[in-house]
């Protein structure tokens, strides 16, 4: 896998192209990372999932994760917000990406949705999002404190600082803390949901341990354009690990409708 680098929001970050690179207007599935991971933690599901639907894949490391720039904590409230308002938009300015499907993962769901509600010139066709989050719940808690005592209690440190490097600290705490945070239990984004016109597919697994169903609920219902539910059985927080086959299926179908989308319109 061979990185480069772009500068957005005046942070330098990694990135990657799977499967192909885009060919002038075609769209291109974009990789949003969960909010422990970065490129190298999706694996070969980005490269797999392009492939089966013969996309353009764009992979890339969000600031204080993987091999892109660190970031200072404690990060804002609003960082995902942030992230789909001034970032997402300059990465794909920069990259030349006219037309992009979303595929968000947990905290890349939620900032795939907030983009998509902001997206003012079409350029998002649909968004697939995997574990996404619209607001807080005691579930989501237990989940992060018990990742926290992993954190303090095993080798989990150096296990993601395989993936991350220096930014092994900036990628825990700036996900962890922040939804520990106790004016974070308040923390909602359900207001973007009916700015959604583009179609989304919302997957969760049946047994995810970091958000009940609700959240799924609460897009699908709160969504302004077309939404369908895809609740996994024997799943987790990671579909495309726990799921893969189910998962690639489940999106190749989603996407088939974009592939004759052209520049000009949908």
């Known amino acids: 896998m061979t990185f480069e680098h772009l500068t957005a929001a005046g942070k330098r970050l990694e990135y990657t192209w799977v499967h192909r690179q885009p060919v002038g207007g075609e769209p291109v599935l974009v990789f949003l990372h969960e909010g422990l991971g970065c490129i190298r933690m999706w694996r070969d599901f980005p490269a797999n999932l392009a492939a089966a639907c013969d996309m353009p894949g764009l992979v890339y ?4 994760y993987g091999g892109s720039d660190g970031i200072d904590l404690p990060r804002p409230i609003s960082y995902q917000e942030d992230e789909a308002r001034d970032v997402l938009p300059e990465v794909l300015d920069t990259l030349g990406i006219k037309r992009a499907i979303l595929i968000g993962h947990s905290d890349g769901g939620t900032i795939a949705l907030i983009h998509a509600a902001l997206d003012t010139n079409t350029r998002v066709l649909g968004a697939v999002t995997m574990a996404a ?8 808690l237990d ?9 303090d209690r095993t080798d989990l440190r150096e296990k993601l600082k395989r993936f991350h490097g220096d930014n092994v600290d900036n ?3 700036g996900w962890n803390d922040t939804w520990q945070r106790d004016d974070y239990w308040h923390w909602n984004v359900e207001k973007y949901l009916p700015d959604i016109s583009c179609p ?6 049946k047994d995810d341990h970091y958000g009940s169903e609700a959240q799924v ?6 969504a ?3 939404a369908k539910k895809l609740m ?5 927080h990671n579909p495309h690990f726990d799921q893969t086959d189910v998962t690639i299926a489940a999106i190749s179908r989603f996407v088939e409708v974009f592939h004759d989308s052209k520049p000009d319109g949908r």
């Open 61 to 64: 490391s969000r600031a204080g």
């Open 133 to 140: 989050h619209v607001f807080n719940e005691q579930i989501c």
């Open 143 to 151: 989940g992060i404190r018990e990742a926290r005592e992993l954190w």
């Open 171 to 173: 990628a825990f705490h």
């Open 200 to 205: 989304i597919l919302v997957m969760q697994g």
């Open 217 to 222: 609920d609460a897009i699908v219902e709160g």
């Open 224 to 226: 302004g354009g077309p």
């Open 232 to 236: 996994v059985p024997d799943c987790g």
